[in-house]
């Protein structure tokens, strides 16, 4: 349907366009926090988890970050 669509209605052409309707969100994260799970990846205290299927497998949380700073 999506072929017909593009040959039959748009003739054979589609045409990118950007109308700004998105917007990325969930990345407000604390800088000092992400520069200390970088250095505590970087030292091996967190450990990304990775497999063949999975990049990495589990996520490091603000919560894993305070859990070490705290201790």
Do not use: F
């Amino acid at each position: 349907m999506i072929a017909d669509y593009i040959q039959n209605v748009k003739g054979g052409k589609i045409t990118a366009a950007c109308n700004d309707n998105w917007s990325l969100v969930g990345i407000g994260w604390d800088e000092d926090l992400h520069q200390r799970a970088v250095e505590l990846v970087a030292d091996g205290t967190l450990v990304l988890h990775i497999d063949d299927k999975h990049l990495p497998g589990t996520a490091i949380t603000e919560d894993d970050v305070r859990a070490v700073i705290e201790a």
